[in-house]
């Protein structure tokens, strides 16, 4: 059974960082496109950032030149390194993302979520 484990969240003041982590475990064959989503109380859930597996990588405008996300392929892992961190980015975070286990086809995946909030 595949699942989606996230780490890394807290809290931290406005202007620090945090480093959320995403792990994928389970009998896995491949993974596609990893996406970190964040929802705010009272507001529809938003993609922050993706990457492809070739690497290629997009961002929320609101997050660009603060987050970056990056994958290890080897560990399936995915990584969200957000620096400079404001009050508006206090949210749930959810990592997803499109998977092929061993005898299966593609499915989406998703996490249980990890509190970030950005407060003094």
């Known amino acids: 059974q595949v699942q989606l484990v996230e780490s890394g969240g807290g809290l931290v003041q406005p202007g620090g960082s945090l480093r959320l982590s995403c792990a994928a475990s389970g009998s896995i064959r491949s993974i596609n496109d990893i996406r970190w989503y964040r929802q705010a109380p009272g507001t529809q859930r938003e993609l922050v950032a993706g990457?492809?597996?070739?690497?290629?990588?997009n961002y929320a405008d609101s997050v660009k030149g603060r987050f970056t996300i990056s994958r290890d392929n080897a560990k399936n892992t995915v990584y969200l390194q957000m620096n400079s961190l404001k009050p508006e980015d206090t949210a749930v975070y959810y990592c997803y993302a499109r998977i092929r286990a061993a005898y299966s086809s593609f499915r989406d995946y998703w996490g249980q979520g990890t509190q970030v909030t950005v407060s003094s």
């Open positions: 990457v492809t597996s070739g690497g290629s990588t």
